[in-house]
């Protein structure tokens, strides 16, 4: 969903600051299609980030100035996301208003709808406008971003001669570079899985009727097989993704997998329950996963198991022109579904 506080014009640098790394994407747009021009990303130590807010302003800073510099972007502008306890999304049914008159309420009334003190957020609308022919209600989409957490990732980023021109929401960018990429007459579910949140969507006719943040994601792993081999984080990092084999390890690797994986399929399943629990709620097409979490061996194949519903890892590029001399297709192909959020937010514009 695109929010209405910017319009057309420039493509921006898609910025996707996650906990577990830093990735960007740059697009370019011709008639036809968006091109690939630039991708890369960093990792960040351990705590740099956490729960959507910056604990670590400065290391980030560096990390995201070194791959800008290895990436060797000139540009300026850039688009970021927020997630998690900083941000509530909530879709509010109300009488249909013009624009002017629709600000006026939501300043006035905000409060209501939202845990927070107004004067604590940023706040931010679009009319969904789903009011139909004699209906005079319509579905308005609030958001609503707390001003402290914003403002240190936007103090941050002006630190580095960076001009953040847009800040959007993880579910809302993934949504994007979905329909960018992918029919949209189905109904699917959107899953992002990252190292320390998993973040669930479930879309149909464009508009979001399931969305929910927990606090799981691939970092779980990390600290399971750290523990119980009693090894460094970044040493049980490389093991998990494979990067290293200890062959009288993986039954015990595979044993975490398994327990862990239940536990995130289970809460998928509770989402499409909740999803299906609604009659007006059509047949599930598709599972779309995204984040480094999508790429657990074996997960897709358990989850769609474990749902009866087709499961598939995202292609954010899809639908996009690539020149191998330009990037990496190795890299492209390996790093596509945790480059989702990024690349979403790549396709964000600016005018200013
Ligand atoms: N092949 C793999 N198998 C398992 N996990 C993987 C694999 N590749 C990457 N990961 C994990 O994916 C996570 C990184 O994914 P991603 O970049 O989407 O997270 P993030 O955006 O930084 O985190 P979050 O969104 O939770 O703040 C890391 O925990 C990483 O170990
Ligand atoms: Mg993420």
């Given at each position: 969903m695109k929010l209405p506080f910017l319009s057309t014009e420039k493509l921006v640098i898609g910025l996707d600051i996650g906990s577990h790394a830093v990735k960007i994407c740059e697009l370019k747009r011709t008639d036809k299609a968006y091109t690939v021009v630039n991708l890369g990303s960093i990792i960040l130590p351990e705590g740099a980030v956490e729960d959507g807010s910056l604990q670590d302003p400065e290391t980030v800073g560096k990390a995201i100035s070194e791959l800008?510099?290895?990436?060797?972007?000139?540009?300026?502008?850039?688009?970021?996301?927020?997630?998690?306890?900083?941000v509530i999304v909530k879709k509010i049914h109300l009488e249909v208003m013009e624009e002017k008159q629709l600000e006026e309420y939501i300043t006035a009334e905000a409060e209501q709808y939202i845990p927070f003190d107004i004067d604590d957020v940023y706040l931010d609308f679009q009319d969904l406008k789903t009011n139909t022919e004699g209906s005079n209600h319509?579905?308005?989409?609030?958001?609503?971003?707390?001003?402290?957490?914003?403002?240190?990732?936007?103090?941050?980023?002006?630190?580095?001669?960076?001009?953040?021109?847009?800040?959007?929401?993880?579910?809302?960018?993934?949504?994007?570079?979905y329909e960018t990429n992918y029919p949209q007459n189905e109904n699917v579910a959107l899953v992002d899985i990252g190292a320390s949140k998993m973040n669930i969507n479930i879309i149909t006719n464009g508009m979001s009727v399931v969305a929910k943040d927990i606090g799981i994601g691939s970092r779980q792993l990390t600290e399971q097989i750290a523990d119980t081999f009693d090894i460094t984080m970044e040493e049980a990092e490389k093991l998990k993704i494979g990067l290293?084999?200890?062959?009288?390890?993986?039954?015990?690797?595979?044993?975490?997998?398994?327990?862990?994986?239940?536990?995130?399929?289970?809460?998928?399943?509770?989402?499409?329950?909740?999803?299906?629990?609604?009659?007006?709620?059509?047949?599930?097409?598709?599972?779309?996963?995204?984040?480094?979490?999508?790429?657990?061996?074996?997960?897709?194949?358990?989850?769609?198991k474990e749902t009866n519903v087709p499961v598939e890892i995202i292609n954010p590029f899809a639908k996009m022109l690539v020149n191998p001399k330009q990037i990496d297709m190795e890299y492209l192909n390996t790093v596509a579904p945790e480059m989702a959020i990024a690349t979403g937010l790549a396709i964000r514009t600016s005018d200013i």
């Open positions: 800008l510099t290895n990436l060797k972007i000139k540009h300026k502008k850039v688009a970021i996301s927020i997630s998690g306890y900083s319509t579905d308005v989409m609030l958001v609503a971003a707390k001003k402290e957490v914003i403002d240190e990732f936007l103090d941050m980023l002006q630190g580095l001669g960076l001009q953040p021109v847009v800040v959007d929401v993880d579910g809302f960018a993934l949504e994007n570079i290293i084999h200890v062959e009288e390890k993986q039954e015990q690797i595979a044993k975490i997998f398994t327990s862990t994986c239940s536990q995130w399929v289970l809460e998928i399943k509770k989402s499409i329950d909740l999803y299906h629990s609604n009659p007006a709620n059509k047949h599930l097409s598709k599972v779309v996963l995204s984040g480094g979490g999508a790429k657990v061996a074996g997960l897709a194949e358990f989850l769609e």
